[in-house]
């Protein structure tokens, strides 16, 4: 007799919600967590099969509008409902900066494709804060795929069979399945193995986790076991899976072979069915509060995410023990609201039910809503832009004041009466310096490029240096160039600061440097320039090391003499102040555009982790140290618009319109004299 319930599935969907639940809120608690997707695939291909299966033998044929629509009515009610709520919330919670992001990322997950969206955009599942509200859509994305295309194999099976007299449908479908999961198997540890980034999200890499259920569902009524046997497996699949959401973390290459845990040990919990004797686990699994996790698993995986996203968003750090108590309590009320009023009336509707084209439009009608919604955040983003855009360019064509209108310690956000900025804040990342983007190394090249400019002819040879805040002074230093026909060549390695010393960034293996700055310093010293400018940034970490002096300074000194011996003039940037985190400057400066001063930060805070170029300097003598900071910080504060200019494109860099205001206190920081 076919079971029309199965406990432990409930027992598993409530395990799984809570290990992704429990991951997202405290990753460190269970670092490998994100596994409960794995359970919820198996799930869901064991229950589908078994659905198609039964209708097919019962029946004759498999009404796919009957099961498309009932697809539609189970998912996407609560899914639409989820992401209409949560593009309300970004709007009032998120800078405007990010709602053309988040917008693409609803509509993405509307037309349940985000995974191959996320995968396009190589997207870290695990990256901190800045994550998509909408991130966790990528699984239902694969999911709706799968229930698209499975039942078409089902179908094909039956009609092979057909065909072929002799040939069991069972038999029949369990070699299309098993093809189908070796071959994306294979795929999913090809590409992982790789380093594809795109695997995780893939379809093509997970759908073999779906077609294990589906294959249990072929087998599983043939599966005889003692009791003993089926408590055993049962115990031992949850084993599993406990143990693999340990062990297991979000640094190893994962689907691939690591997926085989998550996904046999599920499949070991399906196999075992009812349990029965001393240590079985069916009083555990049968327990009314494991089961109505079960039964509001979906639910609960859906509205879960967005709140831990948008509260890192605003507060600006994950959530700790408390608030993450306090946010799994909302995820729970706002679960059970949804599954009770949403979920369950819309699958138990009868008028929807009656005929599946009823469902079928109601899934077109709920996706076109979703869609609308989600395409609101962008609209409205552009709006603001062109707005801006408009404003910018006015402020261009008279020439921004930026850098000057900061006179005597004090500064203006808006100079005579005009309410504007430049640039955009929504334009303020692409705002880039003058040398070409291809005249940096990414942090992890193996070598540094060279590039020119000035006038190749120019008596005094010219060199810049170091990481990407010496690529956002190039524009400055590029147009004294042309001005004193200097031979300008350019050495820049992002994350790369110009020192003998490690930075800890490159010994945790986030960047090579240490080879690159070998090469570029032999270069250097080979054919010494005149002069040679270095700049880097401030807050970059070092390895430890005995050198009697503070991190980085004995790096610096070093590789200054050595320049300074062999006859070239070095002038030291102190790096530019720090802007505020969180939120960002350029998101703060979107959010209050007429009130910019808010957005500013503390001179003391901006400057902390100042000191290593004098103190480097004083080691070197001959070094000139560049300080401009009075160029960015009243006595003391250091705002984020002066004089009309969004002074900050990011997080620590210029943007190259303020870069650009620099230039004459640059030009009167450097003598004519200089290099000859």
């Known amino acids: 007799m076919t079971r029309a319930f199965f406990p432990e599935v409930q027992a598993l969907r409530a395990l799984a919600v809570g290990l992704v639940v429990v991951f997202h809120l405290q990753p460190a608690l269970l670092r490998g967590g994100f596994i409960g997707v794995d359970v919820f695939f198996v799930?869901?291909?064991?229950?589908?099969?078994?659905?198609?299966?039964?209708?097919?033998?019962?029946?004759?044929?498999?009404?796919?509008?009957?099961?498309?629509?009932?697809?539609?009515?189970?998912?996407?009610?609560?899914?639409i409902t989820c992401l209409v709520v949560t593009v309300a919330l970004c709007a009032a919670l998120l800078p405007i900066t990010r709602w053309g992001e988040v917008g693409v990322h609803a509509l993405a997950a509307a037309l349940s494709v985000l995974n191959w969206v996320l995968g396009a955009e190589a997207v870290d599942y695990f990256a901190g804060t800045d994550m998509s509200p909408f991130q966790h859509f990528w699984s239902l994305g694969v999911e709706e795929q799968f229930y698209l295309a499975w039942p078409l194999l089902v179908v094909l099976a039956w009609f092979i069979a057909a065909r072929r007299p002799g040939r069991a449908p069972r038999r029949v479908l369990a070699v299309l399945f098993a093809t189908a999961v070796a071959a994306s198997f294979a795929y999913s540890v090809w590409s992982v193995s790789a380093g594809d980034a795109a695997a995780y999200f893939s379809t093509l890499a997970r759908?073999?986790?779906?077609?294990?259920?589906?294959?249990?569902?072929?087998?599983?009524?043939?599966?005889?076991?003692?009791a003993a046997g089926r408590t055993a497996l049962s115990l031992g699949g949850?084993?599993?899976?406990?143990?693999?959401?340990?062990?297991?973390?979000?640094?190893?290459?994962?689907p691939g072979l690591l997926a085989l845990v998550p996904v046999l040990g599920t499949v070991a919990v399906i196999a075992a069915g009812p349990t029965t004797g001393r240590f079985a686990p069916a009083p555990v699994f049968a327990l009314r509060p494991v089961q109505w996790i079960g039964d509001i698993s979906y639910s609960l995986y859906l509205w879960h995410f967005?709140?831990?996203?948008?509260?890192?968003?605003?507060?600006?750090?994950?959530?700790g023990p408390f608030a993450s108590l306090a946010l799994a309590a909302c995820a729970l009320l706002a679960a059970a609201l949804s599954h009770r009023f949403i979920e369950q009336p819309a699958r138990s509707n009868a008028w929807l039910r009656a005929r599946s084209h009823r469902g079928l439009m109601f899934g077109v009608a709920a996706t076109t809503v979703g869609c609308l919604v989600a395409l609101s955040l962008p609209v409205s983003q552009q709006s603001a832009e062109a707005s801006w855009l408009d404003a910018a360019q006015q402020i261009e064509a008279t020439g921004p004041l930026g850098a000057a209108a900061l006179v005597d310690g004090r500064?203006?956000?808006?100079?005579?009466?005009?309410?504007?900025?430049?640039?955009?804040p929504t334009e303020a990342e692409e705002d880039m310096p003058a040398s070409p983007r291809a005249c940096m190394a990414e942090p992890k090249d193996a070598r540094t490029p060279?590039?020119?400019?000035?006038?190749?002819?120019?008596?005094?040879?010219?060199?810049?240096?170091?990481?990407?805040?010496?690529?956002?002074l190039s524009t400055v230093l590029f147009a004294l160039a042309g001005e004193r026909s200097w031979d300008m060549t350019t050495y820049l390695h992002a994350s790369c600061p110009f020192t003998t010393e490690t930075r800890a960034l490159e010994a945790r293996g986030g960047s090579v440097c240490a080879a690159p700055n070998a090469e570029t310093l032999a270069a250097l010293l080979a054919d010494p320039p005149d002069i040679v400018f270095v700049s880097n940034w401030a807050s970059g970490d070092f390895v430890e090391a005995d050198t009697g002096h503070a991190p980085g300074v004995a790096g610096y000194a070093d590789v200054w003499g050595r320049l300074v011996d062999a006859g070239s003039e070095v002038y030291a940037f102190v790096d530019v102040p720090r802007p505020r985190r969180d939120p960002t400057a350029v998101d703060c400066v979107a959010a209050s555009y007429e009130r910019p001063r808010s957005c500013g930060v503390s001179r003391d805070e901006a400057l902390f982790d100042r000191g290593v170029v004098d103190k480097a300097a004083a080691l070197v003598p001959g070094v000139h140290v560049v300080d401009l900071t009075d160029h960015f910080c009243e006595v003391d504060f250091c705002p984020a618009v002066i004089g009309n200019v969004l002074v900050y494109r990011d997080v620590n860099h210029l943007t190259d319109t303020y870069a650009r205001t620099l230039i004459p206190y640059v030009s009167a920081a450097i003598p004519p004299t200089a290099g000859r």
Request: hydrophobic share 50%; proline share 7%; glycine share 10%.
């Open 43 to 79: 799930i869901s291909g064991y229950l589908i099969t078994g659905h198609l299966l039964r209708e097919q033998e019962r029946t004759g044929t498999v009404r796919l509008r009957d099961f498309w629509a009932a697809r539609a009515r189970r998912i996407l009610p609560a899914a």
């Open 207 to 226: 759908v073999w986790e779906l077609g294990a259920g589906g294959l249990l569902a072929i087998v599983a009524p043939k599966l005889r076991l003692p």
């Open 238 to 254: 949850i084993a599993v899976v406990l143990a693999g959401a340990f062990v297991i973390d979000r640094g190893d290459p994962f």
């Open 306 to 319: 967005p709140p831990i996203v948008l509260f890192a968003a605003v507060v600006g750090r994950a959530p």
């Open 411 to 424: 500064s203006e956000a808006f100079v005579d009466g005009v309410m504007e900025i430049t640039p955009a």
């Open 450 to 472: 060279v590039c020119t400019a000035g006038d190749p002819e120019g008596e005094i040879s010219v060199a810049l240096v170091g990481d990407s805040h010496a690529h956002q």
